[in-house]
């Protein structure tokens, strides 16, 4: 069965730039570079996204700062090596980069109309959800998700499911595949080392809005036995 990867994973963001590009790496010529965008969560907190953008998708004005624009991509991960440890980075790769223009005769209903921050999701449970409370009795559920790409490469994203979806999720086993919609989201934490010092970290994840178990349907299955059959 063939896979579309673009379909297995897509977003669209849209936020303003804040802070300076930093070069992130160079493949057969072609310049990479990361940049964060802002984007305004409803309680008027904003999430903080690191975009990797290709120097192909630049033009001059394109990241000054305080610039508006809607970034169409996928969520990705790599491992960095750092002091003999690996570490799972998270970040936006982003596919199409437009400048939004912003226009005050726009009312306030037609703005909640626009998609500001959505990822859409295809993966495999790759490790047991983890269900616990808050101690004033929240339920939350963290979920790896492993989403095919490419090549033989796969994208292993940290997702975070809230209320009946967190318990739905407890009973998911490993292997289950499933389509999660929901937003990218960024928060700190304090990373604490053995010889007592802390220090202060930005996570990555995707707060789980909706989520489907996708099961193989039975027409799909007799075409694969009648495919085996026949070879």
């Known amino acids: 069965m063939d896979t579309n990867y673009l379909e297995n994973n897509y977003l669209t963001l849209v936020g303003k730039v804040t802070g300076e590009k930093k070069f992130s790496h160079e493949i057969y010529g072609e310049r990479f570079y990361i940049f964060n965008l802002s984007i305004p969560r409803l309680s008027g907190n904003e999430d903080i996204i690191p975009i990797t953008i290709s120097e192909r998708l630049i033009q001059e004005d394109t990241l000054e700062q305080g610039k508006k624009l809607l970034v169409k991509g ?48 295809v993966g495999y449970i790759c490790k047991k959800p983890i269900y616990r409370q808050t101690p004033f009795g929240r339920e939350i559920s963290d979920i790896l998700l492993a989403v095919n790409r490419a090549y033989n490469k796969s994208d292993y ?38 010889d007592g010092t802390s220090q202060t970290r930005v996570a990555y994840e995707v707060s789980v809005g909706s989520l489907e178990v996708i099961e193989e349907k039975k027409e799909d299955k007799e075409e694969t036995i009648e495919n085996q059959e026949a070879v």
């Open 74 to 121: 996928q969520f990705r991960s790599y491992n960095s090596y750092e002091n003999e440890k690996n570490r799972l980075i998270l970040t936006v790769f982003a596919k199409d980069v437009m400048e939004v223009e912003e226009k005050e005769e726009e009312n306030e209903m037609v703005k909640k109309d626009i998609i500001t921050n959505e990822v859409v999701l």
């Open 157 to 194: 994203i940290p997702c975070i499911s809230w209320g009946r979806n967190a318990r739905f999720c407890q009973n998911l086993e490993v292997g289950s595949q499933v389509k999660i919609v929901g937003r990218v989201q960024s928060r700190t934490y304090e990373k604490k080392f053995e």
